[in-house]
């Protein structure tokens, strides 16, 4: 049995003379938390769907579990596109055991698994109402259980978070946590870098269809070494914005961060801080993914790959 769950060699899609994807290659092991990350455009949601077969890739690969990817192996996996799929005037449970027989699934199987997840998501009282019926939340949270109801071994969640209240995104990060222990492999995409830090082993960042980086998260953050100074102080802090040593500064409210230049020293960092601050903290941490992500997409220059 193959070690990785979904293997991208070489991918290429273009759309009237427009490359959204590049040559792209990529690993995903089993059992693994994936993030794929990039801005607005970079190629993410392209990508995910020529996994699922919803585009043809003009060059290029795709193996799921180790095998050619057909329609078989495609039924392994669950996907939740960014753009949401129920049918809006078909009853909540009904239209779930629907889309799970339509991925291979026995109706008895799905039915005896569909109460459980309409439990795990506060959905009980809603299966027999239609989908138009329930509140933009709810349906993100139908959309997943229609993802996960016929026992996929791969998701593929495509901005999962998005539209839930912070109550309901903290339930879909342990239910997703709950399915990575559970030995499912999980592949993210989400401009939510906390979370993404939070739940991935590995990400990869494109940008104009082009990978930037991959790799285990903790591998990613130790080659952008430990730039980053998280400061608490009081008193004006105005001047770090221009101080040599100091590429930027996000004010975190109690604290700040402080990037680092290229050549910057952190020893003169403190020393200027401490003689006109009184300082709380002065800590040189690891980047966050968010500043490794700002930094490699706005500091990359040239037109897009061609």
């Not at 906390?194 to 998260?217: N, Q």
Request: overall charge neutral; some cysteine.
């Amino acid at each position: 049995m193959s070690e990785l769950a979904i293997r991208l060699s070489g991918v290429s899609k273009a759309f009237d003379g427009h490359r959204a994807v590049h040559e792209l290659s990529l690993s995903v092991a089993r059992g693994s938390v994936f993030g794929l990350l990039g801005p607005n455009g970079a190629g993410k949601t392209t990508t995910l769907r020529m996994v699922m077969d919803i585009l043809a890739p003009d060059a290029g690969s795709i193996e799921i579990l180790g095998r050619p990817a057909d329609r078989t192996s495609r039924d392994r996996i669950g996907y939740m596109p960014e753009e949401r799929g129920l049918y809006p005037r078909m009853a909540l449970g009904e239209q779930l055991l629907f889309l799970a027989e339509l991925k291979g699934a026995r109706r008895s199987d799905s039915d005896a698994r569909l109460s459980a997840w309409l439990e795990r998501m506060g959905l009980s009282a809603w299966r027999a109402r239609k989908v138009n019926e329930l509140s933009k939340g709810m349906q993100q949270k139908a959309q997943f259980v229609a993802t996960v109801l016929h026992d996929p071994d791969v998701l593929i969640l495509d901005e999962p978070l998005s539209g839930l209240d912070p109550v309901a995104a903290d339930l879909m990060r342990d239910v997703l946590l709950e399915l990575s222990r559970q030995g499912k492999t999980l592949i993210l995409s989400s401009h939510q870098m906390e979370t993404v830090e939070r739940l991935c082993d590995s990400i990869a960042l494109i940008d104009r269809g082009v990978k930037l980086l991959d790799g285990a998260v903790a591998d990613v953050k130790r080659r952008h070494g430990r730039n980053t100074v998280v400061l608490a102080f009081e008193g004006d802090g105005g001047f770090l914005r221009s101080l040599p040593d100091v590429e930027r500064v996000r004010d975190s409210g109690r604290y700040v961060e402080i990037q680092l230049a290229a050549q910057g020293d952190p020893q003169r960092l403190l020393h200027e801080a401490a003689g006109r601050l009184r300082l709380s903290r002065f800590e040189l941490v690891e980047p966050s993914l968010h500043d490794i992500f700002v930094a490699r997409v706005t500091g990359r220059a040239g037109p897009q790959a061609p």
